[in-house]
Antibody
């Protein structure tokens, strides 16, 4: 069955960097767009980035543009989120997710369990 | 960018019907997806493409979309349905291609 497993979260100081990973299994990873979505404490869901199946197209929310970079390695069935210049507002649980549609459409059928990023001095 | 508006909270007694609205400009022209989010758990897709249910989701969950409002309806509400619910659309060619509503807290009285 489809499984998404995030890792790489933790405590980081303001201004610091972190790289999240999401390992996928149970589907043909190279055919699917992948997204990162976060939820800050007490807040709603916020989409932050997606990457096309080949990696040729990437999109970012304004809140992270210029600071975060999404990438993927289809040989390793993994998607990554490099986060730089982190601030307190980036404290959240980060989820990777994908849709059965494969592309940039449809509901997010599959989600990882989430990884917590805490930005604090 | 496209905006989705949800009421912050909805309360309903067990066994009754809960309706959660999701407002957006001409939302009927978009496909709306709904998620259930419980504390400490990943979101779960409960309705996709306005009114379809993923396998394993009870028939008590249904959706509709007309005009400027999409609606998630939960019939015969159970205590286990208490959660936050989020609507979602794709606005593919905009600067914000994935849009979530602010979420609605469903309280089962």
């Amino acid at each position: 069955q489809v499984q998404l497993v995030e890792s790489g979260g933790g405590l980081v100081k303001p201004g610091g960097s972190l790289r999240l990973s999401c390992a996928a299994s149970g589907f043909t990873f190279s055919e699917y767009y992948m997204s990162w979505i976060r939820q800050a404490p007490g807040k709603g869901l916020e989409w932050i980035s997606y990457i096309s199946s080949t990696g040729s197209y990437r999109s970012y929310a304004d809140s992270v543009k210029g600071r975060f970079t999404i990438s993927r390695d289809n040989a390793k069935n993994s998607v990554y989120l490099q986060m730089n210049s982190l601030g307190a507002e980036d404290t959240a649980v980060y989820y990777c997710a994908t849709s059965d549609y494969g592309g940039n459409a449809g509901g997010f059928d599959y989600w990882g369990q989430g990884t917590l990023v805490t930005v604090s001095s | 960018s496209y905006v989705l508006t949800q009421p912050p909270s909805v309360s309903v007694a067990p066994g009754q019907t809960a309706t959660i609205a999701c407002g957006g400009n001409n939302i009927e022209s978009k496909s709306v997806h709904w998620y259930q989010k419980k504390p400490g758990q990943a979101p779960v897709l409960v309705v996709y493409d306005d009114s379809d249910r993923p396998s394993g989701i009870p028939e008590r969950f249904s959706g509709s979309n007309s005009g400027n409002t999409a609606t998630l309806t939960i019939s015969r509400v159970e205590a286990g349905d208490e959660a936050d619910y989020y609507c979602h659309v794709w606005d593919t060619y905009s600067d914000l291609p994935v849009v979530f509503g602010g979420g609605t807290k469903l309280t089962v009285l």
